[in-house]
């Protein structure tokens, strides 16, 4: 698996800690709101990812967090007049049934902020301890010249930065670029440490979580969408280096960003897509096809065209499958295992090319076309077709899209056969009738 390193800015073989075994984790949602199709990519594409890395024998542990500790949904709360852990619940529940509605899978962890509340009061403290931090008035700050390789992932100077830092002369802080491990407050959910009543900044969390899951300071790859490169991800690395003198992870892998015709999504242009309303109107399939038919680096242009366009595309390749199994069935052929390996090998050279998906997809299109002809083919070659009915089922498991498998009984067999065989004799009354009951049983 070759992936583009954000940290190096190359494209690197995936060469993990463990062998055999891959370390992943991927920045969650903060939940005060329902999930948007922005929060839909990183879903996706890591999903994606995990299940084209268990497609080739990895043993992946896949985590990503819930942010549940957060102004936003403080607000929320008490606009709505409830508590945090209420609105906490409620979003973290919508995201969950997402992501099954998308065919993916749940993280192997999922951990939340207010769950390792001990662990990151911890860390904070050792990171003063260090010199890396420091207290002021109850709150605490990372002190980012105590760290000279900060900008090591965005590839920026720390003077640059600085050129261009808000300088509020009222500022606390002892330097513009210092930003929040802990925030003294008396608004909202608030824990108790050794500096104030209050809670933990943004940037300290994931970072804890990562080294409270894995139990281990460098994971293999740590993902998200583009937007957290800078400054999210690069104050996690600060601090990892600061306590551990690693940089938290050995791919840092990022996922485009997403424009509604054109224009960058905005909450205040009014122009956000729900992914539940979405799904409702396309289905799960249709959105993860969408998604996968560009490749995950690269910036995603969505309209209802692109929705229309997969639908159309998938209804070819479900149609292909459908009928397949249904000659397969009345010919008394069972399902096998066995692949075809040309195709199988190209698929997954495929999405080892930096999850090159839109090149994966071109052979599920292959073997699309493939199983068409085979099943014109006369005499039938039943053995053949059901070797690319099963490359076709496999592949569609690691692009995470769902195939419905018809299963015929007997009496349907013999209504399908009885429909071919009117057809065959030009009883066109007859086989109107099969017809219509084998479209009234979903199997035509």
Request: hydrophobic letters at 35%.
């Given at each position: 698996?070759?992936?583009?390193?954000?940290?190096?800015?190359?494209?690197?073989?995936?060469?993990?800690?463990?062998?055999?075994?891959?370390?992943?984790?991927?920045?969650?949602?903060?939940?005060?709101n329902y999930p948007h199709i922005g929060n839909v990519r990183p879903i996706i594409v890591f999903d994606t990812l995990k299940k084209a890395l268990e497609a080739q024998g990895f043993d992946v542990?896949?985590?990503?967090?819930?942010?549940?500790?957060?102004?936003?949904?403080?607000?929320?709360?008490?606009?709505?007049?409830?508590?945090?852990?209420?609105?906490?619940?409620?979003?973290?529940?919508?995201?969950?049934?997402?992501?099954?509605?998308?065919?993916?899978?749940?993280?192997?962890?999922?951990?939340?902020?207010?769950?390792?509340?001990?662990?990151?009061?911890?860390?904070?403290?050792?990171?003063?301890?260090?010199?890396?931090?420091?207290?002021?008035?109850?709150?605490?700050?990372?002190?980012?010249?105590?760290?000279?390789?900060?900008?090591?992932?965005?590839?920026?100077?720390?003077?640059?930065?600085?050129?261009?830092?808000?300088?509020?002369?009222?500022?606390?802080?002892?330097?513009?670029?210092?930003?929040?491990?802990?925030?003294?407050?008396?608004?909202?959910?608030?824990?108790?440490?050794?500096?104030?009543?209050?809670?933990?900044?943004?940037?300290?969390?994931?970072?804890?979580?990562?080294?409270?899951?894995?139990?281990r300071s460098l994971i293999d790859i740590h993902g998200g969408g583009l937007d957290l490169k800078f400054p999210h991800h690069e104050n996690e690395i600060a601090q990892n280096e600061s306590l551990?003198?690693?940089?938290?992870?050995?791919?840092?892998?990022?996922?485009?960003?997403?424009?509604?015709?054109?224009?960058?999504?905005?909450?205040?242009?009014?122009?956000?897509?729900?992914?539940?309303?979405?799904?409702?109107?396309?289905?799960?399939?249709?959105?993860?096809?969408?998604?996968?038919?560009?490749?995950?680096?690269?910036?995603?242009?969505?309209?209802?065209?692109?929705?229309?366009?997969?639908?159309?595309?998938?209804?070819?390749?479900?149609?292909?499958?459908?009928?397949?199994?249904?000659?397969?069935?009345?010919?008394?052929?069972?399902?096998?295992?066995?692949?075809?390996?040309?195709?199988?090998?190209?698929?997954?050279?495929?999405?080892?090319?930096?999850?090159?998906?839109?090149?994966?997809?071109?052979?599920?299109?292959?073997?699309?076309?493939?199983?068409?002809?085979?099943?014109?083919?006369?005499?039938?070659?039943?053995?053949?077709?059901?070797?690319?009915?099963?490359?076709?089922?496999?592949?569609?498991?690691?692009?995470?899209?769902?195939?419905?498998?018809?299963?015929?009984?007997?009496?349907?067999?013999?209504?399908?056969?009885?429909?071919?065989?009117?057809?065959?004799?030009?009883?066109?009354?007859?086989?109107?009738?099969?017809?219509?009951?084998?479209?009234?049983?979903?199997?035509?």
């Open positions: 698996m070759q992936l583009y390193n954000s940290y190096s800015q190359k494209i690197e073989e995936l060469k993990p800690i463990e062998e055999g075994k891959v370390s992943m984790y991927v920045c969650g949602p903060t939940v005060y542990m896949y985590v990503s967090n819930y942010t549940d500790v957060d102004d936003k949904i403080i607000n929320t709360a008490i606009e709505q007049n409830t508590t945090e852990k209420e609105i906490t619940k409620k979003y973290i529940e919508a995201y969950d049934q997402t992501r099954a509605d998308l065919n993916a899978d749940m993280p192997d962890v999922a951990p939340k902020v207010t769950e390792t509340m001990d662990e990151i009061i911890a860390f904070i403290a050792q990171l003063i301890e260090e010199g890396a931090a420091y207290e002021i008035d109850g709150d605490v700050y990372y002190r980012v010249s105590s760290n000279t390789k900060y900008g090591e992932l965005s590839h920026q100077k720390i003077e640059d930065l600085l050129v261009g830092a808000r300088i509020d002369e009222n500022d606390k802080k002892e330097d513009p670029l210092d930003f929040t491990l802990w925030k003294k407050t008396d608004k909202g959910i608030q824990w108790d440490s050794p500096w104030s009543k209050g809670r933990p900044g943004w940037h300290t969390e994931c970072v804890v979580m990562i080294n409270d899951v894995f139990n551990h003198h690693t940089h938290l992870a050995n791919m840092w892998v990022y996922n485009g960003m997403i424009n509604i015709d054109g224009i960058k999504m905005s909450k205040s242009l009014g122009n956000v897509w729900w992914a539940k309303d979405l799904i409702a109107l396309y289905g799960g399939n249709v959105i993860r096809w969408v998604m996968i038919s560009t490749q995950y680096r690269a910036p995603l242009n969505l309209n209802e065209k692109a929705f229309e366009s997969a639908k159309k595309e998938l209804q070819k390749i479900t149609n292909a499958y459908k009928q397949a199994n249904i000659l397969l069935q009345v010919n008394g052929v069972s399902s096998t295992q066995e692949i075809d390996h040309p195709l199988w090998d190209a698929f997954i050279d495929a999405l080892n090319d930096d999850l090159n998906t839109p090149n994966a997809i071109t052979t599920v299109l292959e073997c699309v076309k493939k199983i068409n002809q085979a099943q014109r083919q006369k005499p039938l070659d039943c053995d053949q077709l059901t070797k690319y009915v099963a490359t076709l089922e496999a592949m569609m498991r690691v692009l995470g899209i769902r195939l419905n498998r018809i299963v015929m009984d007997e009496e349907e067999k013999k209504l399908y056969n009885d429909w071919k065989e009117a057809v065959k004799e030009k009883n066109y009354e007859k086989a109107d009738q099969y017809r219509a009951c084998l479209i009234e049983k979903g199997i035509l």
